[in-house]
């Protein structure tokens, strides 16, 4: 297949630029396997999972990712982190190339080289980016972040910074909406899986068999998979939410992976992965993409955004129901005016 395969027109007011005032009644649009759509709210997402079931979340946490620092010559320089390579040493993108020092504030400053940020603060730097960074809202939102976004742009169960980007299927729950979940009987699990520029990086080429995904770290507890077989074993049904959760898990259950090393770097798309025992941790590195022809492994069921044409998240949800059938819903979605991309309503394909 090719990328323009998956190309769709959108119309600008309907680009969701804040969320909704309360997370779980974004709109719910679900899609059956027989193409049957239902327009629901989110809140009603209870009523499709049963007793015995088991609900995937990714619980990565977004870092205020973006940062602007001054040249020496009083010039602004804005750039993105996208991947720490190092000690207090990030990957970065940024509008314009630049070499040099920049101060970012008061003890806290960055040489840049080569796409590379070095940086040097008093303090953690972690704590300084929650302190001087801004939330790295998509470019489509089209607005400057506002301190609100630290709390929006989140899921209520994120807790382990890494994302430069939300997994944003998991923004519509709250702890209410996840403890009617639980009192179903259905087991809620959490993986990691740390959203980098990866998951959307542009296809460049003609033909989606040529283009590689960059690799994206996770974490799986061991028991995790141990709860997957069983659950499938017994017949119920393993809910992913979110494309992210599902690349965290179909890497693995795929092969699809990379041991965790020193270097980043992914060689090949077959390899082994180290094992944490004193955590129980599953941890590697995962580059799968995964479009129409991919064999799921695990998920029986999505929960999902509605996604960028041309975007790798798309092309997984078009492999997971089909692609006419996800055109179908997007076109529905779009005379029903739901909200798009990460601040907008949700998808449940059944």
């Not at 190092?86 to 400053?109: H, M, P, T």
């Not at 809620?188 to 003609?206: A, C, S, Y």
């Not at 995962?286 to 509605?306: A, H, K, M, Q, W």
């Amino acid at each position: 297949m090719k990328a323009a395969d998956f190309d769709f027109h959108l119309p600008e007011g309907l680009i969701a630029k804040k969320p909704s005032d309360k997370r779980d009644l974004s709109r719910l649009l679900v899609l059956h396997r027989n193409g049957e759509i239902e327009h629901r709210t989110f809140s009603n997402l209870p009523a499709y999972l049963n007793e015995g079931d088991l609900l995937l979340l990714n619980n990565t946490k977004v870092f205020p990712a973006r940062l602007t620092g001054i040249k020496p010559t009083g010039g602004r320089f804005e750039f993105l982190l996208v991947k720490e390579i190092g000690i207090d040493k990030w990957e970065i993108l940024s509008r314009g190339k630049y070499r040099g020092k920049i101060s970012i504030a008061e003890g806290f400053s960055a040489n840049i080289e080569n796409q590379t940020a070095f940086f040097s603060c008093s303090g953690d730097l972690m704590e300084n980016l929650w302190r001087y960074g801004d939330m790295p809202l998509p470019p489509y939102i089209k607005r400057k972040p506002e301190p609100a976004d630290r709390e929006w742009y989140q899921t209520v169960y994120a807790e382990k910074e890494g994302s430069i980007a939300a997994p944003t299927a998991g923004m519509h729950f709250t702890g209410e909406l996840l403890g009617k979940i639980k009192d179903k009987g259905v087991n809620v699990r959490r993986l990691t899986l740390h959203v980098g520029i990866g998951t959307f990086k542009p296809i460049k080429t003609e033909s989606l068999s040529e283009h590689s995904m960059d690799a994206e770290y996770f974490e799986i507890g061991e028991e995790i998979i141990e709860e997957i077989k069983k659950t499938k074993a017994s017949g119920k049904r393993v809910f992913s939410v979110g494309t992210t959760t599902t690349r965290a898990i179909e890497g693995y259950m795929s092969g699809k992976y990379k041991m965790q090393d020193a270097g980043y770097k992914i060689q090949d798309n077959h390899a082994s992965c180290i094992m944490n025992h004193a955590s129980s941790l599953i941890k590697g590195y995962t580059n799968i993409f995964i479009c129409p022809g991919y064999e799921f492994r695990v998920i029986d069921s999505l929960i999902t955004n509605f996604h960028l044409p041309r975007s790798t998240p798309l092309m997984l949800a078009s492999a997971f129901c089909g692609a006419e059938k996800l055109r179908g819903a997007y076109s529905t979605a779009v005379s029903q005016k739901y909200r798009f991309f990460s601040y907008g309503d949700a998808m449940l394909i059944l």
